[in-house]
């Protein structure tokens, strides 16, 4: 029996085409950027194997540290759920590559790369990025100052003469190598109202000089990742530092009509209940304090929330579905199914699967998570519930003691819980939060030069349609909007 998608529940497993770029300023005038996402598997036929191979390789690279020997610094990375395509270089090439709110560093192929996918089975064209056809492409020494800050000081050995080298290996043994560069990057600048038009800004990346595992594969290749991540080598972090943005960055992503929002600055419309974020956390990390079924609170050990070094609870809106430790999966099923005990439950495709005939958000309770700050984020039936052909439903939620060795005492909350949310990272004020919203719809920004306050409205640059599990998948888009700061 295959898996179809279900009618209210978001693009299991999302990687996004955000077709844009960041920022670069005009001293006189404000400035905001626009971007647009696609779905990954736009016109491709998926089934709930494909999804959950996703997530767990999405999951193994969220529990492992980037390993950076030149310099000692462990970079937590993982899989790129987006991707944009972005100009790069003078005069200016497209590269498609990942957008990933997990890792931090912007890398390409580059020219002369090593075991560098040649195609990609997604229908777009690959390019390598050569620093030499760049008019304003040149290479970092690892005596520049972006070099010593990003490795905690100047490497030992260091020359005038040698490139400032990245290395980053995942936790499903996939690794990239290669050194890092500086050039210009081409976005699309809000001048108004859902007006734009393009700038482009000098960035810091790395030009990929060998891949290994799936970013050798040709079968999602892309041209690199971009991290949105929190460390001072990302592509926020560097143009926060030079006071070009505002470190803040939203998300709305619409699985009822498709399409969505993605915002860089303020979001002064709607207003956003925060959280704190974990400290010393390499992802979104925040204090998941209860969870709440049908009106109860579950009785669970006091400690389940925090477990070892990683702390607190993953916000990632990139992994489909949403993983529990065994502790509080148990007790959260059988809350969830305490008024069906009459229920027969099959196994498709390792997921739990039950027939039920009528609305299960009449039937079924919703579930409550209660966080720091008195933040509750609401996970209705028809969200953790997907439907699969006539009256079979699966759930969504799923026991993380089963996934991995790794992560069976993680709490993460992916797209599942999500949607329909806008959901705003304030890493100046290292809060998190989020409010249950219409995503097709617009939001207003605030530029903090001028005060002037645009509204930016979501994009769809296709018709976007439901998606359904083993039957086709339909184009999901995107449109992601970038505020940021004149300086």
């Known amino acids: 029996m295959a898996l179809k998608r279900p009618s209210s529940l978001l693009s299991p497993i999302i990687f996004f085409s955000l077709v844009s770029h960041l920022c670069n300023f005009d001293t006189r005038a404000s400035a905001t950027g626009v971007l647009k996402v696609q779905h990954k598997f736009v016109g491709r036929n998926r089934t709930i194997l494909d999804l959950r191979a996703h997530d767990s390789r999405r999951r193994g690279r969220i529990l492992a540290s980037a390993d950076l020997p030149l310099g000692g610094l462990g970079l937590p990375t993982d899989t790129g759920l987006y991707y944009t395509q972005i100009g790069i270089g003078t005069p200016s090439n497209s590269y498609y590559v990942q957008v990933d709110t997990g890792s931090d560093i912007l890398w390409v192929n580059c020219i002369s790369c090593d075991r560098c996918p040649k195609k990609s089975d997604l229908g777009i064209k690959l390019t390598l990025y050569d620093p030499k056809r760049s008019e304003s492409g040149s290479l970092v020494s690892c005596k520049e100052s972006f070099c010593a800050s990003t490795y905690g000081g100047e490497l030992p050995g260091c020359l005038a003469n040698i490139p400032c080298q990245y290395s980053v290996m995942y936790g499903d043994g996939s690794s990239t190598t290669g050194f890092f560069v500086t050039d210009n990057v081409q976005y699309d600048q809000i001048t108004g109202d859902h007006e734009t038009k393009q700038v482009n800004a000098s960035v810091t990346f790395g030009c990929g000089a060998r891949q290994s595992g799936d970013l050798g594969s040709s079968s999602e290749a892309l041209d690199g990742i971009l991290g949105f991540g929190?460390?001072?080598?990302?592509?926020?972090?560097?143009?926060?530092?030079?006071?070009?943005?505002?470190?803040?960055?939203?998300?709305?992503?619409?699985?009822?009509?498709?399409?969505?929002?993605?915002?860089?600055?303020?979001?002064?419309?709607?207003?956003?209940?925060?959280?704190?974020?974990?400290?010393?956390?390499?992802?979104?990390?925040?204090?998941?304090?209860?969870?709440?079924?049908?009106?109860?609170?579950?009785?669970l050990p006091t400690d389940l929330f925090e477990t070892g070094a990683r702390k607190g609870t993953i916000i990632d809106s990139g992994t489909t579905l949403s993983y529990l430790p065994e502790e509080a999966y148990k007790p959260l099923m059988s809350a969830v199914f305490t008024n069906h005990q009459d229920l027969s439950f099959q196994t498709i495709q390792d997921f739990l699967c039950f027939q039920y005939a009528g609305s299960v958000d009449d039937g079924f309770p919703a579930v409550v998570f209660h966080f720091e700050n008195s933040l509750s984020l609401n996970v209705y039936p028809h969200d953790y519930l997907f439907q699969n052909e006539d009256n079979v439903y699966c759930?969504?939620?799923?026991?993380?003691?089963?996934?991995?060795?790794?992560?069976?005492?993680?709490?993460?909350?992916?797209?599942?819980?999500?949607?329909?949310?806008?959901?705003?990272?304030?890493?100046?004020?290292?809060?998190?939060?989020?409010?249950?919203?219409?995503?097709?719809?617009?939001?207003?920004?605030?530029?903090?030069?001028?005060?002037?306050?645009?509204?930016?409205?979501?994009?769809?640059?296709?018709?976007?349609?439901?998606?359904?599990?083993?039957?086709?998948?339909?184009?999901?888009?995107?449109?992601?909007?970038?505020?940021?700061?004149?300086?």
């Not at 993680?410 to 249950?436: A, P, Q, R």
Request: charged share 15%; glycine share 10%.
């Open 395 to 487: 759930i969504g939620f799923q026991n993380g003691g089963l996934q991995s060795k790794d992560g069976k005492d993680m709490f993460l909350l992916g797209d599942l819980v999500l949607s329909n949310k806008l959901v705003l990272y304030d890493l100046e004020n290292e809060v998190i939060g989020w409010t249950e919203y219409n995503c097709s719809s617009s939001i207003k920004i605030r530029d903090d030069k001028t005060g002037a306050v645009y509204t930016v409205g979501a994009h769809i640059l296709s018709s976007a349609q439901r998606l359904e599990f083993g039957i086709k998948i339909l184009l999901f888009l995107l449109t992601v909007f970038i505020s940021c700061l004149a300086h």
């Open 230 to 299: 929190q460390s001072n080598s990302s592509m926020i972090s560097q143009l926060a530092s030079s006071g070009k943005v505002s470190k803040v960055f939203a998300h709305c992503l619409d699985s009822i009509h498709g399409g969505g929002i993605f915002a860089i600055g303020h979001v002064v419309q709607p207003k956003v209940k925060t959280t704190p974020l974990v400290p010393n956390q390499p992802h979104y990390n925040v204090h998941l304090k209860a969870i709440e079924v049908g009106g109860a609170i579950l009785q």
